[in-house]
């Protein structure tokens, strides 16, 4: 089983900032097999970003995916107030797919 | 539009059995695989199986945590999904999600709003 492991745990940041969010793999994953979720308190998770970093339709272009092999990255470029949620990275490159443990983005 | 809609969450002691559904819409039910992730309180997200698509026959397949208590099944004609937990333990209580993608090798671009399962003496 391909574990993920995000960090940091939390990240305290204020509206305007930049955030940037990692997600390492414990065994390397195809980029076309890595995406990331976002999800905010009562809500089911929503995707972002599939193929390491292919944005999800709807989705601004203040979010970034990017990487490859064993290490990937989520940035948001300008935080907006509706940015602030828990993001969780996922592989589905090898069964089990399984998720990160997420990033909580709070609002310093 | 897609919709999924997930009911029959509830108190349950361990043990005890619950059976899910997810009211699938605004798809083509049989063309899509269907799976099922949980999320514990306070917790991240866990897959826990999923079932395939017609080209697929309809393969199901779990999570090692689940394996042998949990069965999905699928009504095609009434674009239905199914959760049947059995031997439930506490530490099985969580929210549960229907999600749905086109095949394997895809993420879940859609997801129902949860179900809540509290397993509980």
């Known amino acids: 089983e391909i574990v993920l492991t995000q960090s940091p745990g939390t990240l305290s940041l204020s509206p305007g900032e930049r955030a940037t969010l990692s997600c390492r793999a414990s065994q390397s994953v195809s980029s076309t097999y890595l995406a990331w979720y976002q999800q905010k308190p009562g809500q089911a998770p929503s995707l972002l970003i599939y193929?390491?970093?292919t944005r999800a339709t709807g989705i601004p272009d203040r979010f970034t995916g990017s990487g490859s092999g064993t290490d990937f990255t989520l940035t948001i470029s300008r935080l907006e107030p509706e940015d602030f949620a828990v993001y969780y990275c996922?592989?589905?490159?090898?069964?089990?797919?399984?998720f990160g443990q997420g990033t909580k983005v709070e609002i310093k | 539009e897609v919709q999924l809609v997930e009911s029959g969450g509830g108190l349950v002691q361990p043990g005890g059995s619950l059976r899910l559904s997810c009211a699938a819409s605004?798809?083509?039910?049989?063309?899509?695989?269907m799976d099922w992730v949980r999320q514990a309180p306070g917790k991240g997200l866990e897959w826990v199986g999923r079932s395939g698509n017609k080209a697929n026959s309809y393969t199901t397949d779990y999570a090692a945590s689940v394996k042998g208590r949990f069965t999905i099944s699928r009504d095609n004609s009434k674009n239905s999904l199914y959760l049947q937990m059995n031997s439930l333990k506490i530490e099985d209580t969580a929210v549960y999600y229907c999600a749905t993608r086109e095949t394997l090798g895809r993420p879940f671009p859609n997801w129902g709003q949860g179900t809540m399962v509290t397993v509980s003496s």
């Open positions: 605004g798809f083509i039910f049989s063309d899509h695989y």
């Open positions: 996922q592989q589905y490159d090898s069964s089990p797919q399984t």
């Open positions: 193929a390491s970093s």
